[in-house]
Every structure is written in structure tokens, then in C-alpha cells.
């Protein structure tokens, strides 16, 4: 059973930081990638920023140079910085990670339980 545990978020003004955690526990034999989704209301879900095992990252042309991801592979956490935060920026955060519970299991991917951030004057 693998478990995906969110923290941070919260309530931020206009051009503050906020850092997001996430941390995989349970039976893990690896993870490939981890990272976050948002969601605003009445907005398609948009994938915010990846990170894999070997440290390469993504991130959406919208949070490029202000949102940066990183990991501890050791401990099975991710965490997401973000700074100069805007309005825009607003929305339920939600981790994922790709993970096998096995060497010879099929890959799965496990969601933390959400964490709203909202930027806000």
C-alpha cells in the first residue's frame, strides 16, 4: 500500500513564497517521477512541474523561473518552491508520483490528498 502525504500551501500575498512538500511512504521499490498538478476553479488542470529519479525537471511555461522542483530520493519526497507568486497562481495543488512496488511490477501513479494555495492581497 503506498501512500502520497501533502504539505504547505496556504494563503500568500501577491509576490510572496510558498514551498510545497510530498512525501511517498508504503511498499515502494522505486519511483520514477514525481511532481504537481493545479487546478483552479472553472480551469482545465495543468501540469505545473516534473521531476524524475535522475533530476532532470519540467515546468509549464507559467511558473518558469519563479516555481522550482526538487527531491530527495533517498527520503521519497519531492518538494515544489514557489516564489514571486501571483494571483494567477491560485488553485488546488495536487503531487503525483510514479511508483512500482515491485521489480517486476507494473508502474503506477499515486496522487497526494491536495493542498490549496491561494496568492491573494
Known amino acids: 500500500q503506498v501512500q502520497l502525504v501533502e504539505s504547505g500551501g496556504g494563503l500568500v500575498q501577491p509576490g510572496g513564497s510558498l514551498g510545497l512538500s510530498c512525501v511517498a511512504s508504503g511498499s515502494i521499490f522505486g519511483i520514477s517521477v514525481m511532481g504537481w498538478y493545479r487546478q483552479a476553479p472553472g480551469k482545465q488542470r495543468e501540469r505545473v512541474a516534473v521531476?524524475?529519479?535522475?533530476?532532470?525537471?519540467d515546468y509549464a511555461d507559467s511558473v518558469k523561473g519563479r516555481f522550482t522542483i526538487s527531491r530527495d530520493n533517498a527520503n521519497n519526497t519531492a518538494y515544489l518552491q514557489m516564489n514571486n507568486l501571483k494571483p494567477e497562481d491560485t488553485a488546488v495543488y495536487s503531487c503525483f508520483a510514479n511508483i512500482r512496488t515491485s521489480w517486476r511490477g507494473n508502474q503506477y501513479t499515486y496522487w497526494g490528498q491536495g493542498t490549496q494555495v491561494t496568492v491573494s492581497s
Open positions: 521531476i524524475t529519479n535522475d533530476g532532470s525537471t
